[in-house]
């Protein structure tokens, strides 16, 4: 079974600062990956960064990047310069990479709200 | 085909009415995928296609819910006998086969039961 936590409901981040938001995870699996998405007002969930359990290196993805810290269990996300359209709802996500698991499952979000 | 679609995008339906909704996904995408968001929590798991094969399902897929995907491209999502509890958000999204680490979306299909 596989588990994603969450424990922020909201955040918010003044423009063009820089912002993490947490993500904890459980699995018994020993291959897995690790996944952020995106979902504005509009509910259409955008993909935004992966990252492998076995990847050495932490993924990046223009301004998004994910601080891996496998012994922790943490993946969390880090949006540097936040801009206006970064205001969304954030997801944390994981899948088992064995045993055909190519389901994903979710954390219950963050409310990220960009200021002026 | 930019991306995965999914029809109607609302739907308000009375209790014990039957819905079909559909998903036509990426057209070089073999696996698609559905999942059902409540208000307020993360999208989770029903049931997902490679091909035309139904390869998994959620316990969360009751008797009422069944899905298809008969030519292994688009997805119908059938609820039969609607309960008030089945209002939600339902998403599909589609993956080709070895690059499973992108799920692309679609739009989702809000689903209103009176």
């Known amino acids: 079974a596989q588990k994603i936590t969450q424990t922020q409901p909201g955040m918010f981040v003044q423009e063009k600062e820089a912002v993490t938001l947490d993500c904890t995870y459980d699995?018994?699996?020993?291959?897995?990956?690790l996944f952020w998405y995106k979902q504005p007002s509009s509910g259409e969930m955008i993909f935004l960064i992966y990252q492998g359990s076995y990847d050495q290196q932490n993924a990046t993805e223009g301004r998004y990047s994910l601080n891996f810290q496998k012994a922790r269990k943490s993946a969390n996300l880090v949006i540097s310069a936040s801009q206006l359209g970064d205001s969304a709802m954030y997801f944390c996500a994981m899948r088992g990479l064995r045993g055909g698991g190519n389901k994903l499952t979710f954390g219950t979000g963050t409310q990220l709200k960009v200021e002026l | 085909d930019t991306g995965v679609s999914q029809d109607p995008r609302h739907k308000i339906t009375k209790r014990g009415q039957n819905v079909t909704f559909r998903c036509d996904p990426i057209?070089?995408?073999?696996?698609l995928y559905w999942y059902r968001q409540t208000l307020g929590q993360g999208p989770e798991f029903l049931t997902y296609f490679q091909n035309e094969a139904q390869l998994e399902k959620s316990r969360l897929l009751s008797d009422r819910f069944s899905a298809e995907r008969p030519k292994g491209s688009f997805s119908t999502l059938e609820i039969q006998r609607t309960e008030q509890g089945d209002s939600a958000m339902y998403l599909c999204?589609?993956?080709?086969?070895?690059?499973?680490?992108?799920?692309?979306f679609g739009p989702g299909t809000r689903l209103t039961v009176l």
């Open positions: 999204a589609s993956s080709l086969l070895g690059l499973d680490n992108e799920q692309f």
């Open positions: 057209s070089e995408h073999n696996r």
């Open positions: 699995t018994s699996d020993p291959s897995y990956g």
